[in-house]
């Protein structure tokens, strides 16, 4: 198990380094570690190293690279959570409504000009993030008045109504205010492009917040995991613990696309994966998740911003382009083992 994470790990960096160094200006490792040393500690720039690249590297490319992996980070550690408390291998963030309700609060900002007082650069993320959870607290009580042991099923059934219905005024949006179309668009696709310092501050503390948070409760999740009955008859409170940890799942999800946009496929690729790996012990799923989903999400915003060089592709479409198959496996698969 140790060799496993040693060389999952070792997989990670490598994987951030390349994000670093391939473009439409190739940059050796070696150049790349010199102009992170010459920043952070002040040491000196040799001088093969133009400060184009300098300039490159640190501005542009390493920025963009980090705030990939950390999106990636959370976005399958929240899917981890999903799976594991709702017991369905196909349970995300975006079934129980978030992306849904994240686009919403950016509509409201894209299409009617909506500004906050204060923060009127953050506006964007804020409302996104505010309505994404917003949607998933909407999800949680409805299905408790419902259904007071909130099982598993009432909570998708409510989540796929909800998420259908806020998606309908989104599509109304759409069709009474046209200008912002484009911008819309763009967003509900999800990019790292233009993302600077600024975004990562904000985000990666949160993430990691979050995914702390989950980690201290993987006692909890690996109970879950047995199913409800086992949990309370070993004195956990189900439902509240499942309420909180899909609130801090769906925290997780709704932060990252109010950055970044939506970009699905992440949280339901990278938990399979790692349980396939590493087994179902959420000790190392929630830490070995995060590390496989950011390494995946810089892959595919590398392979979004070269494969089509000069013209970028959406993230977004990338992480579909490989999920969906994915899901249909997942899928089917399961349906074989039933019959």
């Not at 059934?157 to 259908?164: F, W």
């Not at 917040?209 to 409170?237: P, W, Y």
């Not at 909180?244 to 950055?259: K, Q, S």
């Not at 979004?304 to 198959?325: K, S, Y």
Request: proline residues 4%.
């Amino acid at each position: 198990m140790k060799v496993k994470i040693i060389v999952a790990v070792c997989i990670s960096l490598v994987t951030v380094v390349l994000g670093i160094a391939i473009g439409s200006v190739n940059i050796p490792p070696a150049s790349i570690l010199r102009i992170i040393a010459h920043n952070l500690f002040g040491a000196e720039l040799p001088e093969n190293i133009s400060s184009s690249h300098a300039s490159i590297v640190w501005s542009i490319r390493l920025p963009r690279a980090l705030l990939a992996y950390v999106a990636g980070a959370a976005l399958a550690v929240s899917g981890a959570v999903m799976q594991s408390v709702l017991r369905n291998p196909l349970a995300s963030s975006y079934t129980l409504g978030v992306s849904s309700g994240a686009s919403l609060g950016a509509s409201l900002v894209i299409f009617l000009g909506v500004s906050l007082p204060v923060l009127s650069m953050l506006t964007l993320p804020i409302l996104g993030f505010a309505f994404g959870l917003a949607t998933i607290l909407l999800v949680m009580g409805i299905s408790r008045q419902m259904d007071a042991r909130l099982e598993n099923h009432t909570i998708i059934l409510v989540g796929m109504v909800l998420a259908l219905f806020v998606n309908a005024i989104t599509t109304l949006m759409f069709g009474l205010f046209r200008e912002g179309t484009q911008r819309m668009i763009l967003w509900q696709m999800g990019s790292f492009a233009g993302r600077g310092w600024n975004t990562i501050f904000i985000l990666a503390p949160v993430a990691l917040i979050g995914i702390i948070a989950i980690f201290l409760r993987k006692r909890e999740l690996d109970v879950m995991t047995f199913g409800e009955e086992q949990a309370r008859a070993i004195g956990v409170n189900a439902g509240n613990v499942k309420m909180m940890l899909l609130i801090i799942a769906a925290a997780l999800t709704g932060g990252t696309i109010a950055f970044v946009g939506i970009i699905g496929f992440v949280d339901l690729v990278a938990p399979h994966v790692v349980r396939k790996i590493f087994g179902s012990a959420h000790k190392v799923v929630i830490p070995m998740s995060a590390i496989f989903g950011g390494a995946f999400m810089v892959i595919a915003d590398l392979a979004a911003r070269t494969v089509t060089a000069p013209v970028e592709l959406p993230v977004g479409a990338v992480t579909a382009l490989i999920g969906a198959p994915f899901f249909a496996y997942v899928f089917f698969s399961k349906r074989k083992r039933k019959v």
